[in-house]
């Protein structure tokens, strides 16, 4: 079991965190290179980027159930079930990742053209998104071995991780992009590729410390690696809602980024822009959030129900701590962070202008992420879903009114986070306050 004390919190998240700020350190370094490449690549690329991950979140949120379930296994000593959890992790994800490739070769480009304004942005998505699309065969592999070592609260092995990916991506968006290091300059596509080897190579690396990690033979993880009915009926019903709301989150947002694109390509960029330094916020975000479903799945499963709301204060405390030291600039100092990302003056000051409006709603979300995530842990994820879904109702309703009706100005336009983040907290608050989420058994 995992102490509840503030440091041994902190070695669960900090590593998730680091992982969570290469990604997004990833995330710039493309934009900013892509940028300075060209403005339309650069356009493209974000946007065909959230179908991208709107695509994958299925694989995420497949993972995270296992996760749950794996945490609290650990917390009821059912370590014989670990290796069929795991087992069927890898089968259901392989179907998964195989359909959602075909989609993804077979339909989505002729999505992309149907509704696109600028033919030209939809064919460069679907170059980007189909290169892509081939590194869900590597998650279908490596967001498992995530989920097993998360619930472990072994954080630092994703970190890892993600440290490798970093590295070799930013290194090979360098050389591919601009035709550097003995490789032709490929721009859009050089992006797609060096994301697609980078994440192959993260891959291989869990699944070397995996074979020879001491956890492997303290679970009996290989030997007991089986498909077991009754564990997929268990992560599809833990696993599933938490798909729902990954996808329909994602994509209402890249729905809204193609109403944009409709409005115009300035206002597109100005939004890629916001996109972009918008992930910095997301690392303690992301961290947390997955430190809130290992403790809160694992103290559940041990039946410790009187530390439940010292975790969640704490994390909570930690979590806007954190969210200062990394964003704090979004407010401070807007102009030199959308300098970093992109660089031409026709953008500058309406991204700076917007970011600075914007940056509170993403501390508003990181009070409110800790109750959505402690429904999650607690393995009552439909209730999740639905939370998720009544808030991207009124952010989607609310972007239609001020994109197509009123025709509002994109500054105005980035209002929908505060109506988002809102009613995700306050329905998350109420459910914890009024119903007998505790009794739930997975």
């Not at 070769?105 to 033919?119: A, D, G, I, T």
């Not at 972009?276 to 997955?290: D, K, M, Q």
């Given at each position: 079991?995992?102490?509840i004390s503030y440091r041994t919190i902190l070695s669960v998240a900090l590593p998730l965190m680091g992982s969570s700020f290469i990604q997004s350190i990833v995330l710039l370094t493309d934009s900013a290179f892509l940028s300075r490449y060209s403005t339309h690549d650069f356009d493209a690329a974000?946007?065909?980027?959230?179908?991208?991950?709107?695509?994958?979140?299925?694989?995420?949120?497949?993972?995270?159930?296992?996760?749950?379930?794996?945490a609290r296994r650990i917390g009821q000593k059912k370590n014989d079930a670990l290796g069929r959890i795991f087992g069927t992790a890898i089968v259901t994800l392989f179907f998964v990742a195989l359909a959602l490739f075909c989609m993804v070769?077979?339909?989505?480009?002729?999505?992309?053209?149907?509704?696109?304004?600028?033919?030209d942005l939809a064919v460069s998505q679907s170059e980007f998104i189909s290169i892509r699309s081939y590194a869900?065969?590597?998650?279908?592999?490596?967001?498992?071995?995530?989920?097993?070592?998360?619930?472990?609260?072994?954080?630092?092995?994703?970190?890892?991780?993600?440290l490798i990916i970093a590295t070799s991506n930013i290194f090979l968006d360098y050389s591919m992009i601009f035709g550097h290091n003995g490789f032709p300059t490929m721009g859009l596509k050089g992006a797609?590729?060096?994301?697609?080897?980078?994440?192959?190579?993260?891959?291989?690396?869990?699944?070397?410390?995996?074979?020879?990690?001491?956890?492997?033979?303290?679970?009996?993880?290989?030997?007991h690696f089986s498909f077991d009915w009754q564990s997929m009926k268990e992560r599809f019903k833990i696993g599933n809602p938490i798909v729902f709301q990954g996808v329909l989150a994602l994509g209402i947002w890249t729905v809204f980024f193609t109403w944009i694109e409709q409005m115009g390509k300035f206002e597109l960029t100005v939004s890629q822009n916001i996109r972009?330094?918008?992930?910095?916020?997301?690392?303690?975000?992301?961290?947390?959030?997955?430190t809130t479903k290992t403790y809160i799945s694992q103290y559940m499963g041990a039946g410790k129900f009187d530390e439940l709301k010292i975790i969640k204060r704490r994390i909570q405390f930690l979590t806007l701590i954190f969210m200062i030291v990394v964003f704090h600039g979004a407010i401070l100092y807007p102009e030199w962070m959308i300098n970093l990302i992109n660089p031409e003056e026709a953008y500058f000051h309406k991204s700076a202008?917007?970011?600075?409006?914007?940056?509170?709603?993403?501390?508003?979300?990181?009070?409110?992420?800790?109750?959505?995530?402690?429904?999650?842990?607690?393995g009552n994820t439909m209730v999740t879903f639905v939370i998720e879904l009544i808030?991207?109702?009124?952010?989607?309703?609310?972007?239609?009114?001020?994109?197509?009706?009123?025709?509002?100005?994109?500054?105005?336009?980035?209002?929908?986070?505060?109506?988002?983040?809102?009613?995700?907290?306050?329905?998350?608050?109420?459910?914890?306050?009024?119903?007998?989420?505790?009794?739930?058994?997975?």
């Open positions: 079991m995992l102490s974000g946007n065909a980027g959230l179908i991208y991950i709107t695509v994958f979140m299925a694989v995420i949120g497949f993972s995270d159930g296992a996760q749950i379930l794996f070769q077979f339909f989505v480009p002729q999505w992309l053209m149907s509704y696109s304004k600028h033919s869900l065969f590597f998650g279908m592999i490596a967001f498992p071995i995530h989920a097993f070592f998360l619930a472990h609260g072994k954080t630092w092995v994703v970190l890892l991780s993600a797609a590729w060096a994301s697609t080897i980078a994440d192959g190579l993260g891959m291989l690396f869990l699944v070397v410390f995996l074979i020879f990690s001491k956890e492997r033979k303290i679970y009996g993880l290989l030997k972009s330094i918008y992930f910095l916020a997301f690392v303690p975000l992301w961290g947390f959030a997955g202008e917007i970011l600075r409006y914007i940056a509170p709603s993403m501390f508003l979300f990181g009070f409110v992420s800790v109750y959505f995530q402690t429904i999650n842990g607690s808030s991207v109702l009124m952010y989607i309703i609310s972007a239609y009114l001020l994109i197509k009706v009123w025709e509002m100005d994109i500054f105005w336009v980035w209002s929908v986070e505060y109506i988002y983040f809102t009613t995700m907290g306050g329905l998350s608050m109420l459910y914890l306050r009024f119903f007998n989420w505790k009794k739930k058994e997975i």
